[in-house]
């Protein structure tokens, strides 16, 4: 009988440590989620992006701009033609997504980093801070690996205007001190 009489008693101690299950009410405050800015999507697998630019305003420009994953950062491929014949031209990536945004609004402006040029420390520029294209006789090409561009994530490039502006970026002032939009477009992912 004393094996009885110690399962008993265990069973009473166990069914008295058990912990009450916790009950939510209606009346409790749910934990509220901050929104994201209407602006910023988290794109994760892109590998590839592409932007057809068009002409704003007064500007000619056309072509593409083509950015793909690549060992060490993003490669920024670009080829425009209806550039002035021997000048350089910005090339800035913006926070916005549509050519209606603020061509001083660069992607990477939230992060507190200045404006500066593409191979300047991530620390020292925005994330769409390209620099300059150099037309040729109206035509420009623009070749590089970009290690702070990326296709990833909040920050990604992906779905973004690229913006061609009528000036060189002076690489210091806000926004680059690069006069008005010629040539826009906005990098759709595949």
């Known amino acids: 009988m004393v094996p009885v009489a110690i ?8 069914v008295a440590c058990e912990a009450p299950t916790p009950t939510v009410t209606a009346s409790e405050p749910a934990i509220e989620v901050p929104p994201l800015p209407p602006d910023t999507t988290d794109v994760q697998g892109v590998s590839f ?3 057809t630019i068009e002409p704003v305003g007064d500007g000619g420009v056309e072509g593409t701009v083509s950015l793909s994953r690549s060992t060490g950062g993003v490669r920024v491929l670009m080829s425009l033609t209806g ?3 021997q000048d350089f031209h910005a090339v800035q990536v913006l ?3 549509d050519c209606d945004a603020d061509p001083g609004i660069h992607l990477g402006i939230d992060e507190g980093t200045p404006h500066g040029g593409p191979y300047l420390s991530p620390r020292f520029r925005h994330a769409g801070d ?5 037309s040729d006789r109206g035509r420009g090409r623009y070749d590089r690996i970009d290690p702070v561009l990326s296709l990833d994530g909040t920050m990604s490039a992906v779905g973004r205007a690229v913006v061609v502006r009528e000036l060189r970026d002076d690489e210091s002032s806000p926004d680059g001190a690069a006069g008005d939009v010629i040539g826009c477009g906005v990098l759709e992912g595949r």
Do not use: E, N, Q, W
């Open 7 to 14: 399962v008993i008693v265990l069973v009473v101690a166990l």
């Open 49 to 51: 992006a592409r932007a």
């Open 83 to 85: 550039l002035s014949s």
């Open 95 to 97: 926070r916005g997504r």
């Open 130 to 134: 390209l620099g300059s294209i150099r």
